[in-house]
């Protein structure tokens, strides 16, 4: 558009000049010395648009002839530029359908003319990885990183997720520690370390690093309170396992988020620790608390092998379960060790065989075989034990209880 209206003008010009020149044709003189030299106007013109026009055609001329090797350079540049564009994306493209000698090959044909060698250089260290070759794949990310050196932190995340990957746990440990210490609220680098410390069971590590996950929203909320679960549960294994009193354990539980405290597997797992170290007026009133609010079978089971100093207010709490949960043979379970404790013999004999009457268990008929040899009915003991040993449940679990 721009040409055609300066082609519209010019011939307008020259429309113009035309038909000056038809009505006074005008004439143009010069002279030097005893020379002259005389024409018409328009011949004169017409002489000196020529000459600019030859002067201007003779500059350009000279001046491409004179950067032609230039104009080589460049071309043959782009050209190979066009190439190195050319494969790597056919390396992208292998890499993410799984091909990945093809995207390796690809990405590192005309690595040297790409525009992004980083990114070349990367994506083959992960076609490395997964075809199993660490070496080759340090040595892509050593590349990266020669090829753009302000580029550390993007080379080193890459490191770290490729050997996490690879199993090569403690190597990322120390990268990730290194980033995180360069970045501390990068998200990404907290997500790598958080799956590094579980894989790592390191519980007091990853305790640490939960407050951080929350406040940066690094993981979802079903998967960040799945991870919490993991932490304490072992963190209360752990206390229990490696410290000769309960301090440690119940300081443990102290620290455990609100909503954990409400976790029925952890209370659990509280529970059931608290009953092994006899810290039973503390078992007691977490479990009475809780079966208050949340009746499950597991926690009236982990109530009978309670023994606190106040076994007749234990009993009253159990047996003011029995009109919502009459038809619960754990329940009547635990009624009969409660009275067994208590000494109420008659009692427990009663609520033993309503249990048995419900659900036969191994529990319950060995339960009754003791109380029968205690009262000196040897026959009957023996007929209980036969058949809570015909169930083949003497390891029961508690945790396998129908709710």
């Not at 078992?283 to 023994?307: C, M, P, Q, S």
Request: contains cysteine; aromatic residues 8%; proline residues 3%.
């Amino acid at each position: 558009m721009k040409t055609l209206f300066i082609f519209l003008i010019i011939l307008a010009l020259a429309a113009f000049l035309g038909v000056v020149a038809y009505q006074d044709n005008g004439y143009v003189l010069i002279g030097r010395g005893h020379t002259t030299i005389e024409m018409s106007l328009a011949l004169f013109i017409v002489l000196q648009i020529s000459l600019y026009i030859l002067i201007s055609f003779t500059l350009r001329f000279i001046k491409n002839t004179w950067l032609l090797p230039v104009f080589f350079k460049q071309h043959h540049n782009q050209s190979k530029a066009r190439k190195a564009l050319k494969t790597s994306r056919q390396g992208l493209i292998a890499l993410a359908q799984g091909q990945w000698k093809v995207a390796e090959k690809a990405l590192l044909k005309n690595v040297d003319n790409s525009e992004t060698p980083l990114l070349n250089y990367l994506s083959a260290a992960r076609a490395a990885q997964k075809l199993n070759e660490p070496e080759r794949r340090d040595h892509y990310l050593s590349m990266a990183h020669q090829s753009m050196p302000d580029a550390d932190f993007a080379v080193e995340l890459t490191q770290a997720e490729l050997q996490l990957a690879h199993g090569q746990l403690e190597q990322s440990l120390a990268t990730l520690v290194h980033l995180k210490s360069i970045s501390p609220k990068h998200t990404h680098v907290m997500h790598l370390l958080a799956q590094l410390y579980e894989k790592l069971s390191s519980w007091k590590e990853l305790q640490a690093l939960l407050p951080e996950l929350k406040k940066h929203k690094v993981l979802r909320q079903p998967e960040l309170y799945r991870l919490q679960q993991v932490v304490f549960k072992n963190l209360l294994e752990h206390a229990s396992q490696t410290t000769g009193s309960a301090n440690q354990l119940i300081e443990t539980w102290q620290i455990l988020p609100k909503d954990l405290k409400n976790d029925t597997d952890l209370i659990l797992k509280y529970a059931n620790q608290l009953i092994l170290f006899k810290q039973n007026e503390v078992a007691e009133l977490l479990l009475r608390t809780t079966i208050k609010h949340h009746w499950d079978t597991r926690f009236v089971y982990l109530y009978g092998l309670v023994k606190t100093t106040q076994l007749q207010q234990q009993l009253d709490f159990a047996e003011s379960q029995i009109k919502q949960h009459k038809q619960s043979p754990i329940l009547l379970l635990t009624l009969g060790r409660i009275c067994i404790t208590l000494e109420l013999w008659g009692k427990a004999q009663a609520y033993l065989e309503a249990s048995l009457g419900l659900k036969p268990m191994a529990e319950t008929y060995k339960e009754l075989a003791i109380l029968m040899d205690h009262l000196g009915e040897t026959e009957q003991a023996n007929n209980y034990c036969r058949k809570g040993l015909l169930l083949a449940s003497v390891n029961f679990s508690y945790n396998n209880l129908p709710i």
